[in-house]
């Protein structure tokens, strides 16, 4: 059996420190543990298989979130064409200790970015979970810096109105010399 190449060896290396990352974010698409693993172990495997098509020295985790990003579109489609168990409606919700307020309001706000459409939902974790840049959530998602932007702006105002935020009125920029 050949040696494996250095960008396999590379891949392998680093892809632990990538683990808890693609964890949250898998788990913020598929809103299930056991998806969410399962999302994890495809995305690691395609990447381990594959590792001779990264471009070094590509952004490794631009590239493992953009295979996740692909094997998560891929399932839904997937998944549309077959029936679902149980609906959500059907679950139960889980009971809370009284004192659990912080939590309490964390649960509301996953509840309404689940109700986020897929592109809002994947710029507003990309962003404000995962803390990447505007141009790298971009590479991920194979869309415009732009368009991220906008998904960004738009997923923020849809979750302000979910959550009964108010909104932030902005003045309205003026001409003055």
Do not use: C, F, K, M
């Given at each position: 059996m050949a040696e494996p190449t250095t960008d396999a060896n590379d891949v392998s290396d680093?892809?632990?420190?990538?683990?808890?990352?693609?964890?949250?974010?898998?788990?913020?698409?598929?809103?299930?543990?056991?998806?969410?693993?399962?999302?994890?172990q495809d995305c690691a495997e395609r990447a381990l298989s594959r590792a001779h098509l990264?471009?070094?020295?590509?952004?490794?985790?631009a590239w493992l979130f953009t295979i996740m990003h692909n094997l998560h579109a891929n399932n839904c489609r997937r998944w549309?064409?077959?029936?679902?168990?149980?609906?959500?409606?059907?679950?139960?919700?889980?009971?809370w200790p009284a004192g659990q307020i912080e939590r309490l309001?964390?649960?509301?706000?996953?509840?309404?970015?689940?109700?986020?459409?897929?592109?809002?939902?994947?710029?507003?974790i990309l962003i404000a979970i995962e803390g990447m840049a505007y141009a790298e959530a971009a590479e991920v998602l194979g869309v415009p810096p732009g368009t991220v932007m906008s998904r960004l702006s738009r997923a923020r105002d849809h979750l302000r109105r979910l959550t009964g935020e108010e909104t932030v009125v902005r003045p309205a920029k003026t001409n003055a010399a």
């Open positions: 680093q892809l632990p420190q990538h683990l808890p990352a693609l964890r949250r974010y898998a788990r913020a698409l598929t809103g299930d543990a056991a998806a969410a693993d399962d999302l994890v990264w471009r070094q020295p590509g952004n490794l985790r549309a064409s077959r029936p679902r168990l149980a609906a959500v409606d059907d679950v139960p919700e889980p009971s309001a964390a649960n509301q706000t996953l509840a309404a970015i689940r109700q986020l459409s897929v592109d809002h939902r994947e710029v507003l």
